[in-house]
């Protein structure tokens, strides 16, 4: 796992997987069974430096490069999915944006305050009627009197309905000619009246995680909350998904690894015919299998970090990366339940919440056929 890891990733991996198994993992079936976004937990999460982790430090940041960050992640993951989840959606959706896109002056406005726990940000691109369509966006912003008056709603956004949810990158129409919708990006304060936010409760996965409802109803922002200049919207909103796809493959690599390592301990303990499961061949069969999924999923992901990492093409290698680590997730869990047998449908047991936290990630940051789009667009193009 640690093969061509530098000592300071390896010191640093160990230091998010202590914080998880002695941290998050005490409290991981508790707060899913309760549905309820620790609030404590993200502040713990910060404390730890858990947000901001690529940023350079005169934003609060901990000047970490992208494949660590990713570690994280992986790490986190492995243990409990929906802090998974709201470490992935703040650094690669909320803050990531903002830096890259940023002037220096939104940069020192709003990236301090969210690299402390203290605040989350959300990123605003799903609709009911935009999603995998992202130029299906009907929220709109019309500029008058250097304020944008921004009307509409968003749904199914992470980090935007808690008390600590401060914000959103909204993406929205802010002209239409000859039937072409003009899209940018504004930077919208929860404080702005008429933000309202609703949570979503109810989900068969991540149900740890702050997700909701937006609706905007007049909001005024200034002009100057414009991220990037107008009409970069989809450059602004495709570039963004790239990297946050490696974080959510990272979430799949996490729970996979998770999962077989529950799927290995059980099978060493668990007897049946006077023999440990691990003794049968079908099942040693499985745990090699898993292990090779694995195995590669890993190699996969790192591989597409390093490129960004060194300024190189990812995109494609991002899709790849969340595809199949996407993909494995559900294949890995599968077959860690069917190893533990009828104890794995107990809520006592973490498999039981796993096998459900997978089947966001064929859908999440791009769905499965999305990416199959994106990453036969490449070769053809290629």
Known sequence: MNELLDNNTINYREKIRAFSENVIKPIAIAQDQKEEFPVFLAKQMGDTGLFGITLPAKYGGQGLDYLSYIIAIEEIARIDSSPAATVAAHNSLGINPIYTFGTEDQRLQFLPGLCTGEKLWAFGLTESNAGSDAKGVETVAKLEDEQWTINGSKIFITNSSSEIASGITLQTITDEKNGEKELSVILVDRSTQGYSTTPIKGKLMWRAVDNGKLAF????????????????????????????????????????????????????????????????????????????????????????????????????????????????AKEVADESLQIHGAYGFLRENHIERFYRDQRLLQIGEGTSEILKMVISRSIIQS
Not at 246 to 263: D, V
Not at 280 to 299: D, G, P, V
């Open 217 to 328: 109803e007049n909001c005024k922002v200034p002009a100057s909350n414009l991220l990037g200049k107008r009409g970069e919207g989809m450059k602004i909103m495709l570039s963004t998904l790239d990297a946050g796809r490696l974080s959510i493959a990272a979430i799949g690599l996490g729970l996979s690894q998770g999962a077989f390592e529950m799927a290995l301990e059980y099978a060493q303990k668990r007897k049946q015919f006077g023999k440990h499961l691990v003794e049968f061949q079908a099942i040693s069969f499985k745990l090699a299998e898993m292990a090779t999924k694995i195995e590669l999923a890993r190699n996969t992901l790192y591989h597409a970090c390093r490129l960004k990492d060194a300024s190189l093409p990812f995109a494609k290698q991002a899709a790849i990366s969340k595809l199949y680590c996407s993909e494995i």
